[in-house]
Structures are given as structure tokens and as C-alpha cells.
């Protein structure tokens, strides 16, 4: 199970989350979830607990106003 698919589930799983996942240029991945807080904050805590697939080097949030236009919770 790769990163992007794992954090996709999860985000099923919480419910309640609009976004996606995806892969940059440098090998980093971005996340763009929203949604309540509570359910963001719980994807992030699944994020920080080291269960990941791969390797989780840090989080780094930066939270905003929602934007809207995303339609679940997708793969890119």
C-alpha cells in the first residue's frame, strides 16, 4: 500500500473530508484537506504517528480559509 492510497483511505475513513493527496516535483507530498477541524486534526495525528507507509520526515499545517471545489477525497 503506497503513501497517497493509504492517506486516502484514512480521509474516507474519518468522513467528513474534502481534498486530496499528491506527489511534488521534489518528492515531497502535498496534502489539501477540509473539512471540520476535528476531522483535520485527525488526519494530521494519523499522519504524525509513524504507521505510514514510506517515510514521514515532518508535517508542516498551514491552515486557511476553505476554498471549496473538491468533491471527496482524491488522488492526484
Known amino acids: 500500500m503506497g503513501f497517497r492510497w493509504w492517506t486516502r483511505v484514512n480521509a474516507l ?5 474534502d481534498g486530496y493527496v499528491s506527489n511534488l516535483s521534489d518528492g515531497r507530498v502535498q496534502i489539501v484537506a477540509e473539512g471540520d477541524r476535528s476531522h483535520c486534526d485527525r488526519l494530521l495525528d494519523s499522519l504524525r504517528t509513524g504507521d505510514t507507509p514510506g517515510r514521514v520526515d515532518g508535517v508542516t499545517e498551514i491552515w486557511g480559509e476553505p476554498r471549496g471545489g473538491y468533491e471527496g477525497f482524491a488522488i492526484r
Open 13 to 17: 475513513e474519518i468522513g467528513g473530508l
